[in-house]
Structure formats: C-alpha cells, structure tokens
C-alpha cells in the first residue's frame, strides 16, 4: 500500500514539474516574439478545419461529376467545385509558406536566449566547480539544447491542436457514417503514441548515460584535429592509437543504441500490420453500406479519403505528443535544470550580516588576512592548502615559491576571491570575503596567470580586457606590459586580429605573454596584484624589464609574485615557501638563506648553474 503511495506521489509529482515546464516554455517562447507566436498560431489553427472543407467539397464534386455525365453544360456544375478545392489547397500552401517566417524569428530569438542563459549561469558557477566531471556533463548536455527545441514545443503543442481540430471534426463526419470508422483509426494511434513512449524513455536515459562517453570520443577527436595536439600525435606517431580509440568508442556508443532501435523496429512493424488490418475492416463496412443504398459514390470516395486522412491524422498527433514528450524530457532534465543549478554550493563561505568594506582610496582596508584556510578540489583525497595562516599587509611585495603541486596558484585565486575556502575565513580589514564583498574586491585586484588566455580577437580587445571602463589606458599598460615591440611589428597595430582562428596574426608564446602581461596592468588603482609565472616564457632580459616595470607601477600596492625563478624574488619585502599545501617558511632572502631551509636549497641548486 505505501508503494502504491510512493507511486502515485512520484507521478504527480512528475506531472506537475512538467506542468510547469511547459508554462515557462511558453513563456520564453512568447516573450521570444509575441507577434510572430500569435500568426504562427493563427495560421496553424486555421489549417485544422481544412479535411472537413475538403472532405464536403469532395463529396459534392464527385457527385456533380457523375451527374453530369453526358451533359454538355457539365462544366456548370462541375467547375465551382473544382475551384473550390483548388482554393482550399492555395490557402494551405500559403498558410504554410507565411509560416515559415514567422517561425524563423521566434526561433532564433530564443537561440540567442539559450546561449545568453547558458553563458550568464557559467559565469556564477564557482571556478572549481568547472573541474568537477559532474559540470562538464552537465553543461555538455545543456549545450546540445537550441532555439528549435524550445520553438518546436510550442510549434507542435499548437500543430496538435490543429490535427486534434481535424480529428473532431472528421470524426464526427465518420461517426454519422458507422461509429467504428472513427474509433478505429483512434486506437491504432493511441498504440502507436503508447509504444513510441516507452522507447523514447528508454533512448534518453540511454542518451543521459552515454554523455562521458560522448565527451570523451568528442575530446579525442579535438587531440586528433588540434594544432597544439598535433605536434606530438606525429612526432610519437600515436595516429594509430587515438584513432583505434575513438573508432572503439563509436562503435560501443551505437551497438547499445541499435539494441533498441531492433526492438522499436519489431515494435513499430507490429503496429503497421495491425493499422494496414483495421484500414481493411474500415473498407468493407463502406462496401456493405453501398452495396445496401446507404451511401452514393461521392460519399464513399471521400469517406476513404477521410479514413486515410484520419489515420495519418492520428499518427501525426501520436508522434507529435512523443516529439514534445522527448523535447521537454531534455529541456526539463538538461537545459533548464542547469539554468537553474545551486551557485553557492561550492566551498560556500559562511554566512555574514556584515556589509561589504568600503574600498574607496581613504577607507581601504590596510591588510588581508587569512585565517585557517583549507581547500578541497573536487574529488580529491587530500587538500591542496591546510590551515593557512597570513596576513598580507597594503604595499607589500611578497613572493610566493615552492615545489610543483605545493598549492601556489590556489593560494593566489583564493586571495583573488576566486575560490572560496572550505574551511576557515578570508577577511578584508574586518569583514569576510562573502559574496557580497567578493564582487566588489574584484574590481580591486589585477593579475596575469600562468594559464592565460589567448583571445582571438584583435590586440587592442585583448588589451583593454583588463579594465573595460578605462581603455585610454592601453598604451601605457601596453609599455609596462612590454607589448609595444609586439604592437608595432603587427600590420595594423592594436587592430590587427590575433590567433589563426579568424585568419589572424598568430603569435610565438612569449609574445602571446607580454600582452597577456598588459592586460594585467591595465587597472592603475588595484590593492593587490597577483602575477603567478609573469615571465615562464620571456628571455631574460625582457624578463628583467617586467619586474622593473612592475615594481614601479606597484609601488603603494600589495603585489603577490609566483615564481620558480628564485633571482626574481630577492628584492620582495617577504618570501613565503609553501610545501605540501602549509606555510613552512616566511622572511626575506637573506633571512631565509641564513635559516637553510627549503628556500636555501631551491636557491643553491638553481645557483649552482649560474656560478
């Protein structure tokens, strides 16, 4: 009995998310183009009452044919009908073709509608939360949704309505004729609707399960076709090896897919003999009402007319219901379910009544502390960062080093409210780093990361990125940066596009990182700037020139500097050297080098090839 319960609660409460589904479809639809969703409607619906008209207008044209056989004026009675039925399919055709329009602008607007909730959802996604397996489905699954699917629904929730005009209205003709003739077109499609269902279950949840798969044949077929890629997959010659495993992914991918395809194909062949039967019992019920007086010539050629139209009627709304059962099925379980994912589940800070710090010039907090700070990558046995304690005091320069892994970069997103800690709390002065005062602190911070990104798009954009509201900025950070040398060897300067996606001017890696580097110092009044490996790919002196560029334009600032050069961070107020995740040491270079710790032997080794 409490099964039964749970049953009964499980349905309807699937029933009412899909109830509500499909409200808020229609909502995004119509606020997609009100105007073009209302002529849409209106020219479909009208279509609905077209089988009866023809159906009428058949029947009167057949008996005028007949009774006008052998008169010379058969015309008179013959061609009115003929015009009519012409006008019904003039009607219909342009119905269809004024249509077509009005469709294309309600989809395309909901694509851009899509894309725009999709990219605005991702940018409050916490950053870790990309590196989980769980998101990358998730939004794998959500970019396969586009502006048909959500037009569709509503094009063939009102489709329907329009075959179920017709079905009433035929099947009222056809009941006057023998109740069985509009019954029995209304069962084969009922069956058709009942099996179509149960597969279309069985190919999403299918589809669902297959996705780390997908992303994975999609992953490899990227190293196969990518330029980066492509240097080593012919160098070592392992052509042979991806492709054998992206050709054994395919073929796991189908050979469960065609399990169910065999069984819909025997399905689907049973129906068909089963309507092709029902279709013969329709054929000879009329036989036997002409054959006793009941019915004229006219009436039984377009009362067959009808049964087939009806039947096909049937199929269409069976298979219409199943497209919009699927469609909503994947709006429901991928689109909007990762429109409306939880932001704050990842590392959430605790909760604060207190306000955000004021950042303005005069009320600037005068240092930033860390207090007990772990972190936790997803999935991961181990925490990257234990216990953290620091205070980074306004107008520092400060070094961060230690080995590869040691949780460097995640130190430095942490500080730059990127990340937020799983345990423990970062304060601004007084107040934690919470949402609120996070937003607000990223306008306060700079950086050039390791990982920087190349923007296909033309210099000057790849600039001003750095600080959209000041881009007569760019020249200079352009000189601290030391991108002028790469500007002026472009053709057309900060215009010219860079990368060779859009058939731009591509650049070596060193160069790509002087720009990246201008970008950084575009913001003039930020409180900290982070530069995690500013200079892995500079020659020495261009990589001199950085850090005397930098220190100047730093000065009143707090500067956090990732390096494994070790001749780059001697001159820093502080040298912080993080091992396994913890603070071992903190002073400056001589201090550390009298102590012989870490920092001394990481100094000695790189010494050593120097002397």
């Not at 495993?245 to 169910?260: G, H, M, S, V």
């Not at 994947?330 to 909007?336: A, F, M, P, V």
Request: hydrophobic letters at 45%; aromatic letters at 10%.
């Amino acid at each position: 009995m409490q099964n039964g319960k749970g049953k009964w609660k499980t349905w309807g409460l699937a029933a009412k998310e899909s109830i509500i589904a499909y409200f808020r479809t229609f909502a995004i639809v119509w606020r997609s183009g009100a105007l073009s969703l209302s002529g849409m409607m209106f020219f479909t619906l009208s279509l609905g009452v077209l089988p009866v008209g023809e159906f009428f207008v058949t029947e009167h044209l057949v008996n005028a044919i007949t009774a006008a056989i052998g008169d010379t004026g058969w015309w008179r009675q013959v061609v009115p009908w003929l015009l009519g039925l012409l006008g019904l399919q003039i009607y219909s055709t342009l119905a269809d073709q004024l249509r077509e329009p009005l469709r294309l602008n309600v989809r395309e607007n909901i694509e851009i509608w899509i894309g725009e909730g999709i990219a605005r959802k991702s940018n409050t996604i916490e950053l870790v939360e990309f590196q989980t397996a769980e998101f990358q489905n998730a939004l794998a699954r959500a970019r396969t949704m586009s502006g048909d699917e959500l037009e569709e629904i509503v094009w063939w929730i009102v489709d329907s309505l329009q075959q179920l005009i017709s079905v009433v209205a035929l099947g009222i003709v056809l009941w006057g004729l023998h109740p069985l003739l509009a019954l029995l077109p209304m069962v084969t499609g009922i069956a058709s609707w009942w099996s179509g269902s149960r597969f279309a279950v069985d190919v999403y949840s299918l589809d669902v399960e297959q996705t780390p798969q997908r992303r994975e044949r999609d992953a490899l077929e990227g190293i196969l076709t990518d330029r980066g890629a492509g240097k080593e997959v012919r160098l070592y010659q392992a052509q042979d090896l991806w492709i054998e495993r992206w050709r054994k992914l395919w073929q796991e991918l189908i050979q469960k897919q065609q399990t169910i395809e065999r069984r819909k194909f025997l399905a689907h062949l049973a129906l068909g003999i089963s309507r092709a039967l029902l279709y013969a019992c329709s054929l000879i019920l009329l036989l036997l009402a002409v054959f006793r007086g009941g019915l004229t010539v006219g009436k039984y050629i377009a009362a067959i007319s009808a049964i087939v139209n009806l039947d096909g009627i049937w199929d269409s709304v069976a298979g219409y219901f199943l497209l919009i059962a699927d469609d909503m099925r994947r709006l429901s379980g991928d689109l909007y379910s990762f429109l409306d994912r939880d932001t704050k589940t990842v590392g959430k800070a605790p909760s604060t009544s207190q306000k955000a710090p004021d950042l303005t010039a005069s009320q600037e907090p005068s240092h930033l502390l860390v207090e007990n700070v772990s972190f936790f990558y997803p999935n991961a046995q181990e925490p990257v960062l234990r216990q953290v304690n620091l205070t980074l005091n306004k107008g520092e320069r400060v070094a961060l080093v230690g080995p590869n892994g040691a949780g460097k970069s995640t130190l430095a997103r942490l500080l730059l409210g990127l990340y937020r800690p799983q345990t423990g709390v970062i304060r601004l002065g007084d107040v934690p780093l919470n949402e609120e005062s996070r937003q607000q602190w990223f306008t306060h911070c700079s950086a050039v990361f390791q990982d920087f990104t190349c923007y296909h798009l033309t210099a000057r954009e790849n600039i001003i990125f750095g600080d959209l509201e000041h881009p007569e900025r760019m020249e200079v950070a352009s000189t601290a940066g030391g991108a002028v040398s790469v500007i002026d060897g472009l053709s057309a300067g900060y215009e010219t596009v860079l990368g060779p996606t859009f058939g731009g001017r591509d650049l070596s890696g060193g160069e790509w990182q002087r720009i990246a580097t201008a970008r950084g110092f575009m913001r003039e009044t930020p409180w900290l700037v982070v530069l995690d490996e500013p200079t892995a790919a500079l020659d020495p002196l261009a990589e001199q020139a950085i850090y005397e560029r930098f220190i100047q334009r730093s000065a009143g600032r707090t500067s956090l500097i990732i390096s494994h050069r070790l001749s780059s961070v001697r001159t820093c107020d502080r040298i912080l050297v993080l091992d396994n995740g913890t603070i071992v040491e903190d002073g400056d270079h001589e201090t550390l080098l009298a102590n012989n710790g870490l920092y001394a032997q990481f100094f000695r080794a790189q010494a050593q090839w120097y002397v």
